[in-house]
């Protein structure tokens, strides 16, 4: 039975960083793409980070991109993502998810399994 467990989420003034981190387990880690997807209230879980099996490939939301930076542990079965520079738009429940597939991927629908998510709120 695959489980995926995010801790790391908080409360951070705009400007602050955060470090998310998402332990999995059920599966051998390394052979599947891992994505973080951010819902906030009444809105669409959306992508904003993916990271290959390996490690070697990484996607990012425009709205992300040079803030965040997702990476993985393999040996530890762990995924992580830093958040630097939080804007009040980033308040949301995030979300760990693992791919049925090794290479990276934006879309939510290649991604079968899901953590239960980490409440990340920013204020001024």
């Known amino acids: 039975q695959v489980q995926l467990v995010e801790s790391g989420g908080g409360l951070v003034q705009a400007g602050g960083s955060l470090r998310l981190s998402c332990a999995a387990s059920?599966?051998?880690?390394?052979?599947?793409?891992m994505g973080w997807f951010p819902q906030a209230p009444g809105q669409e879980r959306e992508f904003v980070a993916a990271i290959s099996g390996t490690g070697g490939t990484t996607y990012y939301s425009d709205s992300v991109n040079r803030r965040f930076t997702i990476s993985r542990d393999n040996a530890e079965n762990t995924v992580s993502l830093q958040m630097n520079n939080l804007k009040l738009e980033d308040t949301a429940a995030y979300y760990c998810?693992?791919?049925?597939?090794?290479?990276?991927?934006?879309?939510?629908?290649?991604?079968?399994?899901w953590g239960q998510g980490t409440q990340v709120t920013v204020s001024s």
């Open positions: 059920g599966r051998p880690f390394s052979l599947y793409a």
């Open positions: 998810a693992q791919s049925a597939l090794r290479p990276a991927s934006q879309a939510r629908e290649s991604y079968r399994y």
